[in-house]
């Protein structure tokens, strides 16, 4: 390996790793003031206010938005998704333009307008609205997903499937849905993660009354909690490193991921 | 279109449900009912109180010792929820607004978020003074009974006091000015080792500096005048403006918040670290943010000690629960509790000559912690808040002259 | 019913599915009506289009608008530079290879809040970063360090919005250029070209054609971040994110419209940047 590409590495190494060295060190340290380059101890004092405290009920309510919010947006992503990969340019154009406009639209933007809308409609400051409000954005991001897996599911499947003289639902239970089981799977990841981190759409629509892991995190660094916070940085991390590194050795046992 | 008709049906029904939502409350007569009517309506309800939940300790002794109180002896479950003054008064407004189903029964409020609450009629009352707890509360307390001298009228019940204080560290600053002009001559003498925050505790030491250079508290006593502010908010800019390039980085950045400043001071960068509560720096102490050598600071000159409260919206689902929790809080037990240094130390609005004697001889020998100030030094420094418009004053003039100015 | 006439057949399917096609966006466009309405004084009972453009053109406004757009358009530039990098150093199959690949991915999946707080860990100025140049003797006292976060200058905001975007960058130009065709490298090769102008000239272009939409996700989603400018950015300028968050808690009257205004205009950006991606490169 050459010189400048080795030192590449040592940096790429330690811009990406620091970071999370930090937020471990926070999590469990105790007093770390300048000039220290370590803690003056280490305490697991962080870590009771998980079970004992604020953050407990706010984990279990992010897991709980996360899943209803993915599982929403994913139910509902399939047929539109599908409708989308097969109809004409127009309803390409419509259909992409269509679930690009949640993401492209800042969360803090759709977050206040959300917020009127739900108000209006009742749901404000509940979790059901933070779950609606987490399903706009996941619906548009699982939409363009499975755009994308039903161009690559041959259309003469389905039609061949329709001519054998399978009726269409049966057609879904034994033809589309075995082929559409890992995108299934991912898909709802991808919806769980897109709800689990959010934060502007919880605090607007959420009104303060529905306490989520990320807005708990957003509060503690605020309020100058680093210890609390790095403590609900690393539980934050957890899944999205968790469905990184599952989806990574899966796709390399299937060959699909290139090195 | 053809196959329109479930979706024209789902569409009417959307729009019904929305504007079904508003139930003013009964407006019982929250001033002249029974208390034993109060208290057996509230019974078997849930009260939910808006709060500020930043401080782990306020928590703790909500939800660990105020809730399950109040379901032990009321029936009374305790749900508390997130909310600053702007959010509640927002929250409001669009309740109100829309017509919509209230949320919080309780909110704890102070100062402006109380102006604003009053000046658009969000909030029920009048309630507060026939709570039983009431004839205890120190109503002869300028800093009670008085929010920002705007009277209570019994739209808001006194919960905790809290003053302000500087913060030192007695390792590095032995023999800290103990005087608004000791204070200038200290940052003189020490360059790039003192600032303020951008947030409240900042906006209130910029009061605290007016009272000094005014002549006292008296000089903006009696509401708003121009003339009054006019003759003295030059005097207080130009004395920030001729310390500013003595203050940490020449003055010309300032911690946003008064968490980054306490960072600041914790990491050595600056000497001094300011709260509007006297206490903070016990707790930040015990949980490691702050150096264990830090002290609280009252200026001679006095600092000005806020009272805060809590209301009950117009539009509460459970303004009779709101009531009952809201006299517990106001109870001695409750308040002596919540002196305790080790719980949260916010002040009592309980006068101690107004309590049973038992309950005073309480009051009176709580073990103090090491490095909390000494009640009767916190009663003589003592200042209140003036008319809410100065403090607008104050930060619109300090962005406009010193943090836009280069 | 009788077999339909062909074309109208087609016609039929085509307008259900249009509209089914179009339901990501309905609570978008709901949302985004509800702040026209609000941002021209609906919430003050007296609506009119002239105070939505009274509002929206608030100077103020258009400072956070620009200084936003500035730190969005620089963590992009300098994210898309080092993925493009690391993408063309680091193209073999290598372990030392795959190692740098996977180094340079591993902030894809971390949240932004958690991005935020570790750069406030490291980079204020008694963070650290401070202690280890302090280690090293770089620096004497934390006031020599200098200054990152939250100054207008937004050299940590910057910084963190990077690092965050390096690894979705990253992944996406590592993988294009892993599939690219071996042949066209090769057949340019023989032709003579030297091997530094076969990455210019071949590499590169098919790269940034594959890149660019990535690329534009990023601004977009760099622009509108809250949590990252909530932590990291100044107070003054405002970031146009922050500001629209602060005025719709600002109790004043009017603030919330404003707040409304500002999220019509931080939109109209990310729209902007949307369609000027989409105009001129139709394939």
């Not at chain 1, 807005?215 to 609390?228: C, H, I, K, M, N």
């Not at chain 2, 600071?297 to 689902?317: C, F, S």
């Not at chain 3, 509108?224 to 968050?245: Q, R």
Request: with cysteine; hydrophobic share 50%; net charge positive.
């Amino acid at each position: 390996m050459t010189r400048p590409a080795r030192l590449g590495t040592i940096v790429l190494a330690i811009a990406a790793l620091l970071p999370l060295a930090a937020l471990v060190i926070t999590a469990f340290g105790t007093t770390w003031f300048y000039p220290a380059l370590l803690p003056a101890g280490w305490t697991l004092e962080g870590w009771t206010v998980v079970g004992g405290g604020r953050l407990g009920p706010a984990v279990a309510t992010s897991l709980a938005i996360g899943s209803a919010a993915s599982l929403l947006a994913t139910v509902a992503a399939v047929p539109i998704g599908r409708a989308i990969a097969r109809g004409d340019r127009l309803v390409a154009r419509i259909g992409t333009g269509a679930a690009f406009l949640p993401i492209a639209i800042p969360p803090i933007a759709l977050a206040t307008g959300l917020q009127l809308l739900a108000l209006r409609t009742g749901v404000g400051g509940t979790v059901v609205g933070v779950v609606l409000a987490h399903a706009v954005p996941a619906l548009g991001y699982l939409t363009l997903f499975f755009v994308g897996i039903f161009r690559g599911v041959d259309p003469e499947i389905e039609s061949a499937a329709h001519t054998l003289g399978l009726s269409p639902r049966a057609a879904w239970r034994h033809v589309l849905l075995p082929l559409l089981r890992r995108p299934l799977v991912e898909a709802l990841l991808l919806g769980f993660l897109v709800s689990w981190a959010q934060v502007p759409l919880t605090l607007l629509i959420g009104g303060g009354a529905v306490r989520t892991l990320a807005t708990e995190l957003l509060a503690y660094v605020q309020a100058g909690q680093d210890r609390l916070a790095a403590v609900s940085a690393l539980l934050l991390l957890l899944p999205a490193l968790l469905a990184l590194g599952a989806s990574r050795r899966l796709a390399r046992t299937t060959g699909t991921l290139a090195g | 279109m053809r196959s329109s008709r479930p979706l024209h049906a789902l569409v009417i029904a959307l729009v019904a449900a929305c504007g079904g939502g508003d139930r003013a409350a009964d407006t019982p007569e929250l001033a002249t009912m029974a208390w034993d009517d109060v208290v057996a309506q509230a019974r078997g309800t849930t009260v939910t109180w808006r709060m500020w939940r930043g401080d782990p300790s306020v928590n703790a002794f909500v939800d660990g010792w105020v809730a399950p109180r109040l379901a032990e002896r009321y029936g009374i479950t305790l749900r508390t929820v997130e909310g600053q003054g702007p959010d509640i008064v927002n929250q409001l407004r669009l309740e109100a607004q829309a017509s919509a189903r209230g949320q919080a029964d309780l909110v704890w409020i102070n100062g402006e978020t109380f102006a604003a609450l009053r000046r658009d009629t969000l909030l029920a009352g009048p309630w507060a003074h026939r709570l039983p707890n009431a004839r205890y509360v120190d109503s002869s307390s300028a800093t009670v009974i008085r929010d920002f001298e705007r009277p209570l009228e019994g739209y808001e019940s006194p919960w905790g006091r809290v003053q302000f204080a500087l913060i030192y560290d007695t390792l590095r600053t032995p023999t800290p000015p103990r005087t608004v002009a000791a204070l200038a001559e200290w940052i003189r003498a020490h360059p790039g080792r003192f600032t303020h925050d951008q947030g409240f505790a900042g906006a209130t030491f910029h009061k605290i500096v007016l009272y000094a250079l005014g002549g006292g508290v008296a000089t903006f006593q009696g509401g708003f005048r121009e003339a009054t502010w006019a003759a003295h908010a030059d005097t207080l800019f130009e004395w920030l403006a001729a310390l500013r390039p003595m203050f940490w980085r020449q003055g010309e950045a300032f911690p946003p918040s008064v968490a980054d400043l306490h960072r600041l001071f914790a990491n050595g960068e600056v000497d001094f670290s300011m709260s509007n509560n006297q206490h903070e720096v016990v707790t930040k102490v015990r949980q490691g943010i702050l150096p264990a050598s830090a002290r609280a600071l009252l200026l001679e000159d006095g600092t000005i000690a806020n009272t805060h409260y809590v209301g009950i919206p117009a539009n509460a689902p459970n303004p009779l629960g709101a009531m009952v929790v809201a006299d517990f809080l106001l109870s001695p037990e409750a308040q002596l509790e919540k002196r305790r240094p080790e719980v949260w130390a916010d002040g009592t609005v309980l006068a101690r000559d107004r309590l049973p004697p038992d309950w005073a001889m309480r009051f009176a020998t709580l073990d103090t912690a090491a490095g909390a100030l000494p009640d009767s030094m916190l009663a003589r420094l003592a200042r209140p808040e003036v008319a809410a418009e100065y403090h607008d004053r104050i930060v619109a003039e300090w962005r406009r002259r010193i943090r836009a100015a280069p | 019913m009788a077999t339909p006439h062909p074309r109208r057949a087609v016609k039929q399917t085509s307008r259900w599915t249009l509209l089914i096609a179009a339901i990501p966006a309905v609570p978008a466009l709901a949302g985004l009506a509800w702040s026209v309405w609000a941002a021209g004084g609906g919430l003050e009972g007296a609506f009119a289009g002239r105070t939505i453009l009274a509002r929206v053109a608030e100077p103020l406004l258009w400072r956070s608008a620009a200084w936003s757009l500035t730190i969005a358009l620089v963590a992009t530039a300098l994210a898309t530079g080092l993925a493009i990098a690391i993408a063309l150093g680091y193209r073999g199959a290598a372990s030392h290879d795959r190692v740098a690949r996977s180094l340079a991915a591993l902030p894809l999946p971390v949240p932004p809040l958690v991005v935020g707080l570790g750069a406030v860990l490291l980079l204020s100025q008694s963070g650290v970063l401070a202690r280890v140049a302090a280690a090293f003797g770089w620096i004497a006292a934390p006031v020599e360090m200098p200054i990152l976060l939250h100054d207008a200058r937004g050299l940590g905001l910057i910084a963190a919005l990077a690092w965050k975007e390096v690894g979705f960058l990253s992944l996406v130009a590592c993988s294009i250029v892993a599939q690219l065709d071996p042949e066209l490298a090769a057949s340019a090769r023989t032709l003579g070209m030297p091997s530094r102008a076969v990455t210019r000239r071949v590499v590169l272009p098919l790269l940034w054609r594959g890149l660019a939409p990535s690329v534009v996700a990023v601004l977009v989603f760099v622009l509108g971040n809250y949590e990252l400018a909530a932590l990291l950015g100044p107070a003054d300028p405002l970031p146009l994110a922050v500001s629209i968050a602060e005025r719709s808690r600002d109790a004043a009257p009017g603030a919330l419209g404003e707040a409304h205004a500002a999220a019509l205009l931080a939109t109209l950006l990310a729209l902007l940047a949307v369609v000027v991606h989409e105009r001129p490169g139709r394939r």
